[in-house]
């Protein structure tokens, strides 16, 4: 199956096959990133426009920085500092979007929706780059490609996801995603964060970590989102590590060659011990990084070829 999509707003839409394109591109550009020479024409005269309503630095310079090795002219706009402060509708921000031109928009928005509101009022591919707590896409296919090629396979693990599932977008699209590749996934955590409705996702919900990391090939930590949370969700960062942050003991209990990852930025000793986050043998966090350049470089590549058939069928007529 080809990539059909017009935009990426989330995994939802996605086809397990459409997954695996995403991904096996993906793999020519971390071969692509690690040569001297890291550049390609994939999107030479495009136009990218990064739109990031949330603060952002590993996800914005991730986006601008795999535009740009594909030849891409990016643009970054300070939505902090915009008219959107001034008044505007996120309407009147797609009208004059539209007059730019643009071929592909990036956006964080931290409305759940927002993302998908624009892309129905704009003339060119949306990336969701985040949204509220709906979905962080090119996250969980980083993450995907991360797993596929530590383990071997992206199909029957065991997973467990730990921590802040309650505010967590990381945590939503990777649910999505790694059940559609028939994986069984756990959730760790207290129940203030780990709500009993997830279970609508087929996953297991456990509130003790050594419970739930027994004999799974990936554990994956979630940071405390504390600018998202307004009550007391737990009792203490000291108490919340003790009970849920990721230890040499906690550990132990997973196979013995799983693997641990985190989305970042990390809260050190609180989701997460800094030697288990430093450990070359089990920490796949680095990789993570580097994996999310290369994916965000395949999602533009394959969302312009779409744009690019399009626009050329509009003009000869055709229907595609």
């Given at each position: 199956?080809?990539f059909?999509?017009?935009?990426?707003?989330?995994?939802e839409?996605?086809?397990?096959?459409?997954?695996?394109?995403?991904?096996?591109?993906?793999?020519?550009?971390?071969d692509?990133?690690?040569q001297?020479?890291?550049?390609?024409?994939?999107?030479?005269?495009?136009?990218?426009?990064?739109?990031?309503?949330?603060?952002?630095?590993?996800?914005?310079?991730?986006?601008?920085?795999?535009?740009?090795?594909?030849?891409?002219?990016v643009?970054?706009?300070?939505?902090?500092?915009?008219?959107?402060?001034?008044?505007?509708?996120?309407?009147?921000?797609?009208?004059?979007?539209?007059?730019?031109?643009?071929?592909?928009?990036?956006?964080?928005?931290?409305?759940?929706?927002?993302?998908?509101?624009?892309?129905?009022?704009?003339?060119?591919?949306?990336?969701?780059?985040?949204?509220?707590?709906?979905?962080?896409?090119?996250?969980?296919?980083?993450?995907?490609?991360t797993?596929?090629?530590a383990?071997?396979?992206?199909h029957?693990?065991?997973?467990?996801?730990?921590?802040?599932?309650?505010?967590?977008?990381?945590?939503?699209?990777?649910?999505?995603?790694?059940?559609?590749?028939?994986n069984?996934?756990?959730?760790?955590?207290?129940?203030?964060?780990?709500?009993?409705?997830?279970?609508?996702?087929?996953?297991?919900?456990?509130?003790?970590?050594?419970?739930g990391?027994?004999?799974?090939?990936?554990?994956?930590?979630?940071?405390?989102?504390?600018?998202?949370?307004?009550?007391g969700?737990?009792?203490?960062?000291r108490?919340?590590?003790?009970?849920?942050?990721?230890?040499?003991?906690?550990?132990?209990?997973?196979k013995?060659?799983?693997?641990?990852?985190?989305?970042?930025?990390?809260?050190?000793?609180?989701?997460?011990?800094?030697?288990?986050?430093?450990?070359?043998?089990?920490?796949?966090?680095?990789?993570?990084?580097e994996?999310?350049?290369?994916?965000?470089?395949?999602?533009?590549?394959?969302?312009a070829?779409?744009?690019?058939?399009?626009?050329?069928?509009?003009?000869?007529?055709?229907?595609?």
């Open positions: 199956m080809a059909r999509q017009k935009h990426l707003l989330g995994i839409p996605l086809h397990p096959e459409e997954i695996k394109t995403i991904l096996d591109v993906a793999e020519t550009y971390v692509l990133n690690r001297a020479h890291k550049h390609s024409d994939a999107l030479k005269g495009l136009t990218q426009i990064n739109m990031f309503f949330e603060n952002s630095t590993r996800t914005q310079a991730s986006f601008e920085l795999a535009g740009k090795r594909l030849g891409a002219d643009m970054n706009m300070a939505m902090q500092a915009s008219s959107i402060k001034k008044g505007e509708t996120l309407i009147d921000t797609a009208l004059t979007l539209n007059a730019m031109h643009p071929d592909l928009l990036v956006v964080r928005h931290p409305h759940s929706g927002a993302v998908d509101l624009l892309a129905q009022k704009v003339n060119c591919a949306v990336l969701n780059a985040g949204d509220g707590k709906h979905e962080h896409p090119t996250q969980a296919l980083l993450d995907a490609l797993i596929r090629r383990k071997g396979r992206l029957r693990l065991n997973i467990a996801i730990c921590g802040d599932v309650t505010h967590s977008r990381v945590a939503r699209s990777n649910l999505i995603l790694l059940g559609k590749m028939e069984r996934v756990r959730l760790v955590g207290p129940p203030t964060l780990v709500p009993s409705q997830f279970k609508e996702f087929g996953c297991e919900i456990y509130d003790n970590m050594e419970e990391l027994k004999d799974v090939d990936v554990v994956m930590m979630l940071r405390l989102q504390k600018e998202r949370m307004d009550g969700f737990i009792p203490s960062e108490e919340y590590f003790h009970r849920y942050g990721l230890d040499a003991a906690k550990l132990a209990h997973a013995p060659d799983a693997i641990v990852m985190h989305p970042g930025p990390m809260n050190r000793g609180v989701e997460i011990d800094g030697t288990i986050a430093d450990d070359i043998n089990r920490s796949v966090i680095q990789e993570q990084v994996m999310g350049v290369a994916v965000r470089m395949a999602a533009m590549d394959l969302l070829r779409n744009l690019k058939a399009d626009r050329e069928a509009a003009n000869t007529g055709v229907m595609v």
